[in-house]
C-alpha cells in the first residue's frame, strides 16, 4: 500500500538528498569553487551598501542597518528556492527531452520527487551569511531579544520564502507550454536582487509591481517591518505569511496542471 504521511515523505526525501549530496561531494574543488564564489557575491552586496551609506546617512528614512537587516532577511528568504527548489532550471531540459515522463511512474507525489533529486548545498554558505547580517544589524539597531521576536522572525521568514518559490514554480512550469521559457525564469529570477531594498525608495509604479504584479515586496520588505518597524505595521505585513502560502499553493497547481498536459513527446 501505498504511504502518504509526513514521515513517509521525510524518509523519501532524505534518501534522494543523500545521493544528490554525495555526487557533488565527490566534485569538491567545484563544490568549494562555486561556494566560495556565492559567499563573494554576498559580501559584495554588503560592500556595495557600505559604499552608498558612507556618503549618505540614510536613503528615504532607511538607515545603514536597517538595509543590512533587509539584506540579511532577503537571503535567508531565498535560502530555500536555492538549496531545495534548484531543479526547476532543469525542468525545461526534462520536459522538451522526454525524460520527463519518467516521473509519471513514481508511486509518490510528482512535484515532490521532481523537487527533492537536487540539493544545492552551496546554498548553506547564503545561508550562514545572512544569519550573520541579521544578527549584526539587529544588535546595531538595538532592537529587543524576546522568544515572541525570534519566533516571528523565523515564521515571517519562513513564509516569505514561499513567495520566491512560487515565482519560480510558476515560470519554471511555463516550460509546459512555451518552447523559450527559460527567459521567463531568467527574467522572474533578476527580480530577486530588487528584494534586499525597501520598496519605499521607488516610485508609485514599481512600488505596485513589486506588491501585486512581481510581488518581490513580501520577500523582505513587508515581513522585515514586523520587526523593524513595530509601531507602524501596516497590513500587508500581517497579511504576507498568508499571502505566501496561498501563492506558493497556487504556483504548485498552476506547475501540476502543466505536468497533467504533458505528453512526453516534448512541447
Known amino acids: 500500500m501505498k504511504e502518504n504521511n509526513l514521515a513517509f515523505y521525510l524518509k523519501i526525501y532524505f534518501k534522494i538528498i543523500s545521493q544528490d549530496i554525495k555526487s557533488k561531494m565527490s566534485y569538491r574543488s567545484d563544490f568549494i569553487i562555486s561556494t566560495i564564489g ?6 559584495a552586496g554588503f560592500v556595495s551598501f557600505w559604499i552608498i ?4 546617512p540614510s536613503i528615504n528614512g532607511w538607515t545603514y542597518n536597517e538595509i543590512l537587516f533587509l539584506y540579511g532577511f532577503s537571503l535567508i528568504s531565498l535560502t530555500p528556492v536555492q538549496c531545495l527548489f534548484d531543479n526547476n532550471w532543469n525542468l525545461r531540459t ?6 520527463f515522463i519518467k516521473y509519471y511512474f513514481r508511486p509518490i507525489n510528482m512535484f515532490f520527487y521532481y523537487q527533492s ?7 548553506l554558505g547564503q545561508l550562514a551569511f545572512g ?8 544588535h546595531k539597531i ?20 514561499l513567495v ?17 521559457s527559460f527567459f521567463i525564469l531568467d527574467f522572474v529570477n533578476k527580480f530577486r536582487d530588487y528584494a534586499r531594498y525597501p520598496i519605499t525608495i521607488f516610485n508609485p509604479v514599481f512600488k505596485f509591481i513589486f506588491t501585486f504584479v512581481m510581488p518581490i515586496a513580501f520577500i523582505a520588505y513587508y515581513p522585515s517591518l514586523v520587526i523593524l518597524r513595530p509601531d507602524s505595521i501596516p497590513l500587508l505585513s500581517w497579511l504576507s505569511p ?16 502543466g505536468a497533467s498536459k504533458y505528453s512526453g513527446t516534448g512541447s
Request: proline share 1%; aromatic share 22%.
Open 53 to 56: 551609506f558612507r556618503n549618505f
Open 242 to 257: 498568508l499571502f505566501g502560502i496561498v501563492f506558493f499553493f497556487l504556483s504548485y497547481k498552476f506547475w501540476m496542471f
Open 94 to 99: 526534462h520536459v522538451y527531452s522526454g525524460d
Open 117 to 123: 533529486e537536487i540539493f544545492d548545498v552551496k546554498g
Open 38 to 43: 556565492m559567499i563573494f557575491t554576498n559580501i
Open 142 to 161: 538595538g532592537l529587543a531579544v524576546t522568544p515572541l521576536s525570534i519566533l516571528m522572525v523565523i515564521v515571517f521568514i519562513i513564509t516569505a520564502s
Open 164 to 180: 520566491m518559490i512560487a515565482l519560480q514554480n510558476a515560470a519554471a512550469a511555463t516550460c509546459f507550454w512555451l518552447q523559450n
Open 131 to 138: 544569519i550573520g547580517t541579521l544578527a549584526y544589524s539587529w
